[in-house]
């Protein structure tokens, strides 16, 4: 079992940067893909970014790629996603996700997930 924690989340202007964090408790993540989902208000929660370390693919949505980097501490407990240039259509709850490792898995599709964090308000002004 893995329970997860974000953090970090809040208000920022557009053009800002949030750093926000996923901890995980019960396990290490080294078996792990992790994503990060958000769902702003009155819309389908969405994929925002993935990583699989042990297989080194990292996949980023195209809204955010280019912006936002998934990465991980060296203990393998935490996630982390950092936010640049954040805009106003960045803001949502965010979500963190685990799922053990698997080749026929894309890390883009919510369901994959078994283990989800409660979520992080992010609210970017204008």
């Known amino acids: 079992q893995v329970q997860l924690v974000e953090s970090g989340g809040g208000l920022v202007q557009a053009g800002g940067s949030l750093t926000l964090s996923c901890a995980a408790s019960g396990r290490t993540l080294g078996s792990y893909a992790m994503g990060w989902f958000r769902q702003a208000p009155g819309k389908e929660r969405e994929f925002v970014a993935a990583k699989n370390w042990s297989g080194g693919s990292t996949y980023y949505a195209a809204s955010v790629k280019g912006r936002f980097t998934i990465s991980r501490d060296s203990a393998e407990t935490t996630v982390y996603l950092q936010m640049n240039s954040l805009k106003p259509e960045d803001t949502a709850v965010y979500y963190c996700?685990?799922?053990?490792?698997?080749?026929?898995?894309?890390?883009?599709?919510?369901?994959?997930?078994?283990?989800w964090g409660q979520g992080t308000q992010v609210t970017v002004s204008s």
């Open positions: 996700a685990a799922v053990r490792v698997s080749a026929s898995f894309s890390y883009r599709r919510e369901t994959e997930y078994d283990y």
